[in-house]
């Protein structure tokens, strides 16, 4: 069993930066995908950045450039960091990983963490 622990929510202002980590408990995969997900009040979960086993990385346009996924896997934990962030991303954001193989996406994802607010002021 796999258990996933997000932290480094919390508030800023437009422009800055903000890291979200996600410790990975009982992990023990060789081909993965790690993904972040956010939902924003009123709208659908949409998927922000993922990365495999790899070193493959996806970004949809809405974050490309500003948003950077990467990992450590001594440490079993993989980071996302958000720069140049804007009031829109403000959301819950929540990782996520498949354990079975290295397809990401959603309906592939085998654990959730339970999420973490994030909040950008104007």
């Known amino acids: 069993q796999v258990q996933l622990v997000e932290s480094g929510g919390g508030s800023v202002q437009s422009g800055g930066s903000l890291r979200l980590s996600c410790k990975m408990y009982?992990?023990?995969?060789?081909?993965?995908?790690l993904a972040w997900f956010r939902q924003a009040p009123g709208k659908g979960r949409e998927e922000i950045a993922d990365?495999?086993?790899?070193?493959?990385?996806w970004y949809p346009s809405a974050v490309k450039g500003r948003f950077t996924v990467s990992r450590d896997m001594a440490k079993s934990t993989f980071y996302l960091q958000m720069d140049s962030v804007k009031p829109e991303d403000t959301a819950m954001y929540y990782c996520?990983?498949?354990?079975?193989?290295?397809?990401?996406?959603?309906?592939?994802?085998?654990?959730w963490g339970e999420g973490v607010q994030v909040t950008i002021s104007p």
């Open positions: 990365c495999d086993n790899n070193d493959i990385t």
């Open positions: 009982g992990f023990t995969a060789s081909n993965y995908c």
């Open positions: 996520a990983a498949n354990v079975e193989t290295y397809f990401c996406g959603a309906s592939n994802m085998d654990y």
